[in-house]
């Protein structure tokens, strides 16, 4: 949910400025409206120095710690950033190397200067490569084979003066023999090397690197907000605009009693545009980060993330319809539980969704747990049926997920708009979540048989009656009704062609789930061929096995991030109306 904030507008004194925000930063709640972009010289030189602190932290995460610090470095961040460059152009120069090397071998190794002696006599080196050599340009040159490599003969012909012609097109000379080029990549791989074991000492000092850059991004806040107070009454007044929770107002207000300072305060509005602070149980916080991949909410829009927090899970689990994987990714988390951070909850979370739907799907490591005659028969039938009304049972019930989804959607659409315009100015929202989740609801009931055929039919005449009210002629109490006729009719246009897309979209958790399935499948049955009658087979069988899931669980696991993301930031918040054009709670800290 969305935290309620208060606004702030501070009156001071320009020479107490500088003191006030300050003291802000320690408090640590307040955010005071600033711009997020360099504004001035100062402002430009702290936003360079926080992003080479950034540059070189990021350089170093995947860096081993080396055994012992070595020389401690005047500036870490420069010297992170130099040592990289460094390494990188001598990186650069190995492939070049490498083909010099390839190049020179067949002709073996030699002295580049002994061709200089040999002209000075007058004789000349030529130098060939061919397929064959013929026997009779033996007898009519001077030529000696020097090697055969890759199906090539190399030679060369040694001609006397200028009055010189060879049937073959001529290689231009070696500038030498291919030892020395081993020795060059040997002094470079021995400079990457040294590279490498310096960013590795380097390693040590990265507790002081973030330090540095949270303590520079500090500063650079500060700055910002001290640039973004308006100035009046030549100058010597400064007013600042900042928000706070509303839940730290007693604590703010002793402190700024006591500091004697001039304020007033009001309850912030949409139009205002405060900054965004979420509050949600911990279940939920864990799916913060995706909301604030779209954009946080608006002031007065409503909190996504509950909805992504069970739909993306539902979703994700239902792409990789595994138990088995859902194991693995529940002790991958834990495994990499440092290297991940916070993002190793989220993984855990999602892991046991996915053994949780595995077992419903009664997949398990892409062998069918139906198969299983061990498997009592109570716990076989709490398993998701492979067929329902003739249909795969993994389709329909991603069918009917979607359309709970969507139809969810449109109901947090119509509260929202209720809340932020009014009824009166929602009647057209109403016709369309009376049309189609009423129409939902009402067809399920009759499926179901709780409803009979004649109080169907009175349910159906009825919703389509009021929906018709609100589309056509309701949507815009302040338009002329035919203009809202006209509205009305375009807008069933797109939702009619919208609406059976975004409902098939859905078939993609069926499509991702299948595929990975199989794929699992076919790495099981190639074992069980490699296997054989056993002995050595075994080995091959684990191997095909272990190597074959690992990479189906890493494509499974990105296809399982990316659609279900799709269906909550596309289906999902383009039925809900959601724009997610919030700004992030960013207060001033120290």
Not at 498 to 515: E, K, M, N, T, W
Request: hydrophobic letters at 45%; one cysteine or more.
């Amino acid at each position: 949910m969305v935290t309620e904030m208060t606004k702030y507008d501070f009156i001071l004194m320009s020479g107490d400025a500088d003191a006030f925000l300050e003291k802000l930063q320690t408090v640590g709640v307040m955010d005071i409206t600033r711009s997020l972009k360099p504004v001035d010289e100062k402002s430009e030189k702290l936003s360079a120095r926080a992003e080479v602190y950034r540059k070189s932290l990021s350089q170093l995460k995947e860096v081993e710690k080396a055994d012992d610090p070595g020389q401690k470095p005047t500036d870490f961040a420069v010297e992170v950033l130099e040592t990289v460059k460094e390494k990188e152009d001598l990186l650069a120069q190995l492939p070049q190397l490498y083909r010099d090397v390839e190049d020179r071998r067949p002709w073996g190794k030699f002295d580049a200067k002994s061709f200089e002696r040999l002209k000075e006599n007058g004789l000349k080196l030529h130098f060939y490569k061919n397929k064959t050599v013929d026997p009779a340009w033996k007898e009519q040159y001077a030529l000696s084979e020097i090697a055969t490599e890759g199906g090539y003969t190399y030679f060369v012909v040694v001609s006397e003066g200028d009055d010189y012609d060879f049937p073959l097109k001529e290689l231009p000379a070696p500038d030498g023999d291919y030892a020395a080029l081993e020795n060059k990549i040997a002094e470079v791989e021995a400079a990457v090397k040294q590279k490498d074991q310096r960013l590795a000492q380097l390693k040590w000092h990265e507790p002081v690197l973030q330090a540095e850059l949270d303590k520079a991004v500090s500063k650079l806040d500060l700055h910002l907000a001290r640039v973004s107070g308006e100035k009046a009454a030549e100058d010597y007044i400064t007013v600042f605009e900042g928000f706070a929770p509303a839940e730290t107002e007693l604590a703010l207000h002793d402190m700024l009693e006591k500091e004697n300072v001039l304020y007033l305060t009001d309850k912030a509005k949409a139009d205002d545009n405060p900054p965004i602070k979420l509050k949600n149980n911990k279940f939920v916080s864990m799916f913060e980060l995706l909301t604030d991949m779209y954009g946080r909410p608006k002031y007065d829009e409503f909190d996504p993330t509950v909805f992504i927090s069970i739909f993306f899970m539902l979703f994700f689990a239902f792409c990789m319809g595994d138990a088995g994987y859902g194991l693995v990714l529940i002790l991958g988390s834990l495994g990499l539980k440092k290297m991940l951070g916070k993002i190793a909850p989220l993984g855990v979370t999602l892991g046991i969704a996915t053994t949780i739907i595995g077992l419903l799907f009664h997949t398990f490591f892409s062998m069918d747990m139906l198969q299983w005659s061990w498997l009592p028969e109570g716990v076989k039938k709490c398993m998701l049926p492979s067929t329902i009304a003739g249909y795969d049972g993994t389709m329909v019930l991603a069918l009917l997920v979607g359309i709970v989804h969507i139809c969810l959607a449109m109901i947090v659409k119509t509260y929202q708009s209720t809340k932020v315009k009014g009824f009166a100015n929602s009647l057209g929202t109403w016709g369309w979540t009376l049309l189609i989740v009423g129409g939902v609801i009402v067809g399920g009931l009759a499926l179901m048989g709780v409803m009979d055929k004649a109080v169907t039919k009175w349910v159906i005449i009825i919703l389509g009656g009021l929906s018709a009210l609100g589309i056509f002629f309701l949507n815009d109490l302040h338009r002329n009704p035919l203009l809202n006729f006209g509205s009305g009719l375009w807008e069933t246009y797109n939702t009619a062609t919208g609406l059976l897309g975004d409902v098939l979209s859905y078939l993609r958790l069926y499509a991702l789930g299948l595929a990975g399935a199989k794929l699992g499948e076919a790495f099981n049955a190639i074992g069980v061929q490699a296997l054989g009658d056993g002995g050595v087979g075994w080995i091959w069988f684990v191997l095909i096995v272990v190597i074959g899931h690992t990479l189906n669980v890493a494509m499974c696991v990105l296809g399982a991030f990316v659609h279900p993301l799709r269906l909550n930031f596309l289906e999902f918040f383009k039925n809900s109306g959601y724009e997610g054009t919030g700004r992030k709670y960013k207060p001033l800290q120290s």
